[in-house]
């Protein structure tokens, strides 16, 4: 995580009411009108004026940054919702452990003052790593309850937008993690549900500067193995050892180890299998590799590292001297769109210019669609990478789902489009883009043309 601690320090500073020391009620809910008072807890947080000495802890530090984004985006408050490891993003967001639990509990971030805590009095203890005043409920009743004095604590009355991990018409599946259930009853308290999307992407998706060394790590040792498999493939063709993709996907698979990446199965794909775009060779399902045929590989790895971020690639081989037309051709019009869609970015980021993940896919698929092409592009332009190779940022996308959330700075993403005929072959080149303030880059040395793997 960045260094944020000067910045919070100023905030503590400025407006002691948002992380002054403030008392939890830890007391059991016993009626639908009242809580019982029970001990107080110490507020996790920096008392005012302490600010010089303090030791600040990453869940305080965190809390001080969301509220900040809080403000301003107008928001009134972030609630967290979770039952049985129902949201797997909250502990990104939050700099926790997971805190899976057989009871629902809540967290609500107001934009300023403590953070409220709702569990349960089996499950007191849930939240107790993070900051804020608690409130328990044992009925399903109080709920509601101890939600309204969340949100409508010292008084407030007006009309609040909350965000919660939603998305309006399922847009963007990634975010859309409280059921519709949770929502109505939040709503029904008299606030606005909103999603939390901009959110989500600003506190889980940006990496940090390890992680981009971690990153390129990867995709420097993921590309080199890529180029021995081809290397292997010629290895095997001129001894005349028979090989499949199967043979190759574990050659792969045992150099990653080797080299310390995450040995993940990764598509091997000759000929017709590369049309489809997620065929996985498997022992009861591979084809052989011989002379003539053309070789989709794409691989996604990390290092063995925490909160390590993917590298995700695709690279297109044929297993000969001089590449046939018909390869040459379409692979062009792929790489055009993919380098069309990357030099968009980099303006855009260049120039100050704010786009969306859509408005990439738009430029993208434009390119395949002039060339005839639109039918067979069958998925998205790319997607969001994290700590999975698909991530919970901006995808490049206005076609599976219809992402409007903008690239923003310290985020990665894939560009991969791809054309897909049917039963005979599949072409598809993907780069891995990273998006600093005021420039894009592709972080490994990507390919321009379809390797000749005997030459």
Do not use: C
Not at 201 to 213: G, I
Request: charged share 25%; proline share 4%; no cysteine.
């Amino acid at each position: 995580m960045r260094n944020y601690l000067l910045s919070f320090f100023l905030l503590v500073a400025a407006s002691a009411a948002d992380f002054s020391q403030i008392p939890s009620t830890s007391g059991l809910s016993k009626g639908r009108k009242s809580n019982i008072s029970g001990p107080t807890e110490q507020k996790q947080g920096v008392r005012a004026g302490d600010a010089s000495n303090a030791q600040v802890s990453p869940q305080s530090q965190r809390i001080a940054e969301i509220q900040t984004a809080l403000r301003a985006a107008k928001l009134d408050g972030w609630l967290f919702y979770d039952f049985r490891s129902s949201d797997i993003l909250i502990p990104r967001i939050l700099n926790t452990e997971r805190m899976s639990g057989t009871r629902r509990w809540y967290y609500y971030v107001p934009a300023t003052g403590a953070p409220t805590k709702v569990v349960h009095a089996i499950e007191p203890e849930k939240l107790d790593s993070l900051p804020g005043t608690k409130l328990i409920y044992r009925e399903w009743q109080l709920i509601g309850d101890n939600l309204k004095k969340a949100f409508f604590a010292n008084g407030n009355t007006k009309s609040m937008k909350i965000a919660m991990e939603y998305s309006p018409n399922n847009d963007i599946p990634y975010i859309s993690r409280v059921d519709a259930g949770t929502i109505e009853m939040v709503r029904s308290l008299g606030v606005d549900v909103v999603t939390s999307a901009d959110l989500v992407q600003q506190f889980e998706a940006v990496w940090t500067a390890e992680q981009l060394a971690m990153h390129t790590e990867a995709a420097t040792k993921q590309q080199k193995i890529i180029l021995e498999a081809f290397a292997e493939i010629k290895r095997r063709i001129l001894t005349s050892e028979a090989t499949t993709e199967i043979d190759i996907q574990q050659f792969m698979m045992k150099r990653f180890g080797e080299e310390g990446l995450n040995p993940e199965p990764m598509i091997v794909a000759v000929n017709a299998n590369a049309a489809s775009p997620h065929y996985f060779p498997t022992q009861k399902n591979n084809s052989p590799i011989k002379m003539g045929d053309l070789v989709l590989i794409d691989t996604v790895t990390k290092v063995k590292k925490p909160k390590a971020p993917a590298s995700d690639l695709t690279w297109m081989g044929y297993v000969g001297e001089t590449i046939p037309e018909e390869y040459t051709k379409i692979w062009n019009i792929v790489f055009d769109a993919q380098q069309s869609a990357f030099r968009f970015v980099q303006d855009a980021f260049r120039n100050g210019r704010t786009i969306t993940g859509a408005q990439v896919d738009d430029v993208s698929r434009g390119v395949i669609r002039k060339a005839g092409y639109a039918d067979q592009f069958l998925h998205r332009t790319g997607h969001s990478i994290g700590e999975e190779g698909h991530g919970n940022g901006a995808n490049i996308d206005n076609l599976e789902t219809r992402d409007s959330r903008r690239l923003i700075a310290g985020t990665a993403f894939s560009i991969e489009p791809g054309i897909y005929l049917e039963g005979k072959f599949g072409v598809r080149s993907e780069i891995d883009v990273y998006v600093s303030g005021k420039d894009a880059i592709i972080t490994a040395p990507h390919q321009t043309q379809i390797l000749a793997i005997m030459k």
